[in-house]
């Protein structure tokens, strides 16, 4: 790095200046695309930091956590572990729910009020210090403050909860900070809890700290093979781990397309630096004959890529930060996508995150601004001072496509890397770069269309084929952000497809009933025997649902007991595998196609669930599709699952009704009998379809949020683009308006240019997208979420998207042509 | 025989989780009745009952307080306490984490090379017997924590994050009525009063760990063991205690209630002479006069830790074995105190050690207010 002679002037900042349009619509390209990806970045860090942290704080200064996902424990275990010569302290809890007067299920923690203080978990007021025997009485609770906001009440008020059946009134002796962020819950002794929801003998977790130099993972080792099947002995750091996990691969996903607008901008660097490079060639010529050298015109070029850069980058980090700050209040951590249940999640500092993207931006701009400097950098210099040739004679060979399709290929045959399928994104980001080697020669088509009518045509026509290097520079960032948008809007809709067609399979009764949503919400065990009668209704179906740990390391499955008839099981699941018939004699189960992925569980593989005293032996006899529970299902007739549990709870019901009964009918008698029945969810399955799919589309808010900024971007590049390539052509207007065309003449002209250009740009960005959606489909959906789902073309989408995008593409390029047609007068007197 | 393997069976299938379905309670919850309970000369102090528990009272401890000396010959001191407490209402729910009862631990090590009190508490309900006290002998414990007798002698176990001890107490004297009949009445009405023994003059042998250094100990120690309905005078603050295990033999318990003007409201003390002639003393007998006072810098309380104190026939200094020896119990009792090891002096001729202890300097005592 010695003897830099660059005229920076010159060479740098002039070209720049002489074109504040352009250079600012780059800058803002750069800033929107680094905006994006770390505001998506700092919303998946945020989002994962806040659900481990609050879990840690939840667990005070315990070193492990007992809990049995969906199930219980006995209290025997805390006698056990607190009397174990490694442990120092243990904090017991039972989890349960109560109906509030209103109608809302409110979790209730019972703890142990001086061993949850002993362990520093933020779960009691330091107001009760003053009365420390308050907290014991059965009728006194604590609220959080997402309850008392919910409730409407105050501390001191009273508040009448339906407990098991049975009103009871507690008074309100304190309120704490929500422990898991807008979780309404209350807090009561432990004791109280046993009694009053006669769940004597019963915890559900336990907080365990060890002795001071134990070592954790020993202890860990000697307890777990002891303890009852289903329970994880665990630190608080791992859970959250777990927890997180289960979003990672949405995160991914997302933090790769957010990436894809990062590369939209360096595209845009590319575009304008492109034709600032052509503008350029005169002057760079003349410094070349000044002594300046090839390696210093590279370096001319970097500098231009680093000028739009920088200030690019700077925009940039603080909208980032701007965007995701407004992302998470109003969407929450998971931005919709349901993963951590009303998590309001605040911003931290993340400097490191802050200067990545910053730097990502500023490279993406330098990369953006290599090649138009290296075409540039060994041009012959005497022709360009002879004739002031402005197209480019030496394009990149488009043989140089074929490596990289052969490496596409084998990225999308690459299986996914701790549950992202990176190699199918490689694959995705090699086709793009592909497309655009190949962009010119794709443009040479327009010479297989027939000839165009009239003159204008021919000239049109003639333009187009002789600068297609020049064309595909402008259309590189729109090809590019459509094909993104295709292939995103192609997978979206496939899914939806297959979700709305599951749904349509697996809804057969007239109408579900259910308590609510959690394991706890029970709805009364009598109400099958009290609703089910002809003729009323004809048929019912009970359904007991609640979680169950499956997997080490992996959240909960979701278990699903219901009638299922075992000879035929289709009726019930959309099976897509099944076991050949069995020997043995061994209980069937049917597990969903995420578990089956998740486990490496097979139809026919003999497997061990922790229900009853020593867990039961079951067959896997089939795999079904399921798109509700995304960390994967277990279903079984529910008759086994209560003779091995003795759990006779339930939480749903579906119903067939009679022949002469309507919903109405059926609601009034219901409420007639269960006046508690207007809290549960009752819904017919059209109903229960609608609210599925808006789900569905909320979930997807924010891939829709990145797209629109994709094209926006591509936008830009589409205008600078063609307003650079028109301002190149000013002496080519100026002679054909000598020759007589008329200023409407140039505008048709300009207007068919941008129209057909726009159309190729778009029918090209659609074929890739298409190729896009296949490796979307095909691979990263499965490889990321274990979801299959059958390709499905939205044309009804597709074709309006396309259509408008044309019609904005043209509607660019006339806008950016504008200020050159006003021109030509003066030009002539030029000329 | 077969009552314990019903037993078994019970606890094999609690442990395999199957719960049955319990009936719930009213919608009233009924209460256990309230032990009627009396401190009362009518019913003197009797071993060997005095040497359990006494679950019936809302308010009982066992206080263990001594001298060491490390086989390196430095000088320690260090203190144990057991609480138990029962809140002034018990709701008869059956389950094992039912409050009935509520159990408070303590400990310190005075090393005055480390200048201030090492410390270790521990609370706890006596839910599933994690906590609890033997209504036969002395055995009171808490989580790993234990004072425990063992035929004649006791076992006092504690293990804290910066300390841990295990000693073993042999008393080398009967126990000592701090009343008559047992009876230590606390104020000039005589409804305040509690049931109080001492055993003093123990001889300690053990084990202490500071941090990670293990040392021999050997000592002389003190044990109390009081229990109460309401022991505290309506206008008491707070009271200054002593106990000195003297060199000739003989035990000497000073106590003063003090009012909210911190002035004393009622003292008392016994006096065991060599010989083992018990001698009760009068508040007309005793003075204390605080000499000089120390501020702590970490609550700001500002504590008399050094007392010229006169009793007919004696009349001697306290010196603190070093200043900072106050206790912050926030995670147990609630309460912030000065309790350290003392040297008794008389002209600078040491007549024994003993323990001095300092509450109500920064507010009412909370945890006495169950009276």
Sequence with gaps: MKNWRIPWRAAVWLPLRDKPGASLLAILGVALGVALALAIALINVQAVDNVAAGLRRLSGTADLVLDRPGGTLSQEWVRRLAMAPEVQRVAPQLRVTAVAANGQYLEVWGIEPLATAAMGQPLLPASLASKPFAIFDPLHLVLDQSALQRLHLRVGDSLSLEVRGVQRHFRVIGSIPDPTPGQALAVMDLGAVQWLWGREGDITRLDIRLQAGIDRQKFVRQWQDALPPGSFLRSPRKEGRIQAQASFAYRANLLVLSLVALFTGAFLVHTTLSFTAIRQRHSLAILRVLGLREREVLVAGQLQGLLLGIPGAMLGVPAGILIARLALQQMGGDLGAGYFSSAQASLAAHPFLWASFGLAGVAAAAFGAFWPAWSSRHLPIVRILGNGAEEDSREISYWAALPLGVLALAGVLAPAWQGAPYGSYLAIALLLFAMLILLPGLLRIIGLLPEFPGALGHLLRAQLLRQSGRASRSLAAIVVAFSLVIAMAVMVGSFRDSVAHWLQEILHADLYLEAGGRDGDTLPSNLPSELCHPPLVTYCSPLRRRTIQLLPNRPPVMLLAQGINSQDPGRTLHLLERAAPDSQGLPPVWISEILARLGHWRPGQIIRLPLGPSGVEVRIAGIYQDYAYQQGAITLPLHDYQQWTGDKEINGLALWLGANTTTGDLLERLHRLYPASIHWQIATPGQIRKRSLEIFDQSFAATYALEAVAILIGLLGVGNGFGAQTLLRQQEFALLRCLGLRRRDIFRLLLGEGLLLSSIGVVLGTILGLVISLILIKRVNPLSFHWQMELQIPWGDVLPLAAGLILLCTLTMLLAARRVMGKDTELLHDQ | ?371
């Design chain 2, 1 to 371: 025989m077969t009552s314990r393997i019903l037993v078994l069976l019970l606890l094999g299938y609690s442990l395999s989780g199957i719960s049955w379905a319990s009936t719930l309670p009213p919608q009233t919850l009924p209460l256990q009745p309230t032990p009627h309970v009396q401190v009362t000369p009518a019913r003197p102090l009797k071993f060997p009952n005095a040497l359990g528990s006494h679950p019936q009272f809302p308010l009982e401890w066992w206080y263990v307080t001594g001298h060491l000396q490390s086989a390196e010959g430095s000088r320690l001191g260090f203190q144990l306490t057991f609480f138990r407490l029962r809140p002034p209402k018990v709701w008869a729910n059956p389950s094992a984490f039912n409050p009935s009862q509520i159990y408070f631990a303590q400990a310190a090590i005075s090393d005055p090379q480390i200048g201030h009190l090492l410390t270790a508490q521990q609370a706890s309900t006596g839910s599933l017997g994690l906590a609890g006290a033997s209504k036969d002998q002395t055995d009171v414990w808490l989580g790993h924590w234990r004072l425990q007798q063992l035929g004649s002698t006791y076992l006092a176990q504690v293990q804290g994050q910066q300390f841990s001890f295990q000693l073993q107490l042999q008393p080398t004297q009967p126990a000592l009525l701090e009343g008559p009949l047992g009876v230590s009445q606390k104020g000039p009405n005589p409804h305040n009063a509690s049931y109080y023994y001492s055993i003093p003059q123990l001889r300690v042998r053990g084990n202490l760990q500071i941090h990670s250094r293990t040392m021999k100990v050997h000592g002389s120690a003190w044990l109390d063991h009081e229990w109460s309905k309401a022991y505290l005078p309506k206008n008491a603050v707070g009271w200054d205690w002593l106990g000195i295990n003297l060199k000739d033999g003989g035990a000497l318990m000073l106590f003063q209630m003090r009012n909210k003007e911190q002035q004393p409201l009622w003292l008392a003390g016994t006096w065991r002479h060599a010989n083992g002639q018990v001698q009760y003393l009068h508040g007309s007998e005793i003075r204390w006069q605080a000499l000089h006072h120390w501020r702590s810098p970490s609550t700001g309380i500002r504590y008399p830790i050094r007392w010229q104190i006169e009793i007919p026939g004696l009349r001697f200094v306290i010196e603190p074995l070093m200043q900072d020896q106050e206790f912050q119990a926030q995670e147990s009792t609630g309460n912030t105190y000065w309790e350290g090891a003392v040297d008794i002096r008389e002209r600078g001729k040491s007549l024994g050690s003993g323990y001095l202890e300092l509450t109500g300097y920064g507010g009412q005592l909370q945890m006495g207010s169950g009276g």
